[in-house]
Nanobody, 121 residues
Framework: QVQLEESGGGSVQSGGSLRLSCAGSEYKYPICMAWFRQAPGKEREGVSCISWSGAYTYYTNSVKGRFTISRDNAKNTLYLQMNNLKPEDTAMYYC???????????????WGQGTQVTVSS
């Protein structure tokens, strides 16, 4: 059983930055990880994913050039550096872990509880 815990959310003004972290329990097999987000009244959206080695990353179009995903497998930790934040980035952010690379929710079978990001204009 993989346990995930997000941290680093908060409230910032438009143009600001935040760094999200997701601490996981020890992984018993190579695992892909991702960040998803869900705003009130909207469906959950895949933001970014990263392969086990970190060699492959993918971003949804709306965050390309602003967000950077990374991982430290020695620390079992996933990161999301978010720069130039916009009000439309406001959402609950979740990290997820699973065996299949990609931004489909079905690829992930372990989820954190989420951390809130609020961006004001």
């Amino acid at each position: 059983q993989v346990q995930l815990e997000e941290s680093g959310g908060g409230s910032v003004q438009s143009g600001g930055s935040l760094r999200l972290s997701c601490a996981g329990s020890e992984y018993k097999y190579p695992i892909c990880m991702a960040w998803f987000r869900q705003a009130p009244g909207k469906e959950r959206e895949g933001v970014s994913c990263i392969s086990w080695s970190g060699a492959y990353t993918y971003y949804t179009n709306s965050v390309k050039g602003r967000f950077t995903i990374s991982r430290d497998n020695a620390k079992n930790t996933l990161y999301l550096q978010m720069n130039n934040l916009k009000p439309e980035d406001t959402a609950m952010y979740y990290c997820a872990a699973g065996p299949v690379y990609g931004l489909r929710s079905e690829n992930y079978n372990y989820w954190g509880q989420g951390t809130q990001v609020t961006v004001s204009s």
